[in-house]
């Protein structure tokens, strides 16, 4: 009786951690949450000597040396090793060239490490360079490290290129004007800009999101509804420093006029253009990217 009691128990704790494991990749696919295949796993650290051995898995003496030991050395050498045994993912001979992301939740460092062994416990070995990726100082002398991990595609496609750029000049003249932004609550009004009446209203994380700038170059049209809340990448020719400003104003030149603190300085790293006035700039027309701004994301302040 008592050993069918101790059964039913350990199938509803399995039930229920198969039903979380699929409830979490569930909500993975689905892009909703940043989701660990297993959280709390021990990760210890071994020597493989990959750069002595010329990452060999046959010297090496790995499980996986029957699968994998052919593989261009390309393929061998492109991510530190680690034997993997974890109670949750994939087990040999599956696991063997699959690669793992892990990461150590108290420094949230991590690294991504290919599967070429086997382990001895439910835990994961990491090849010593790997593991010293996301040590916080106590891992080696403890031995090992509580981390998480998730499977992670080996050869990721590349990122999408950045959207063409739209028009622009070069070689423009940039003076700074403080707006004074911070200090105002990013309050066009307050602010006194010209174009408060189209977007004065506009969310405060949407008006903080880029430095401010008054626009009178001539790649725009004059209205203001032609260039308020656009973008422009503005480049220092001198330092190449570069920053995504937002049209908030007009201005009485054939220049730009950038603010202070949230637009000038970022791109004056060597102080040169704050003494002189202004700075020589190419820039060009961007996409602002509003419509996939998240506002739980981080919003883009400038310190000074």
Known sequence: MGRSVVN??????????????????RAKAKGTTRVYLTEGATAYWTNYYTERIDWDLKKAGVACASRDADKPLEWRSKYYWAAFCG?????????CGLCLKVTNPTNDASVVVRIVDQCGSESMDLDQPAFSKIDDGTGISKGHL????????????PPPPPPPAGPGETDVTAYWVDYAPEKKNWSYSAAHVACNALDGGKPLEWRKRYGWAGYCGNVLGPELKDKCGKCLKVTNTRTEDEEIVRIVDSCGSDALELDLTTAFKPIDSDGKGYAAGHLTVDYQVVDCDDDDYDVDFPLRLYSQ
Do not use: H, K, Q, W
């Not at 039913?8 to 990749?25: C, N, Q, T």
């Not at 109670?87 to 696991?95: A, E, F, Q, V």
């Open 87 to 95: 109670l949750t993912g994939p087990s040999y001979p599956s696991s």
């Open 8 to 25: 039913i128990i350990f199938s509803i704790v399995l039930l229920g951690s198969v039903v979380g494991s699929m409830a979490r990749a």
């Open 146 to 157: 509580t981390v998480n991990y998730e499977l992670v595609d080996c050869d990721p496609p």
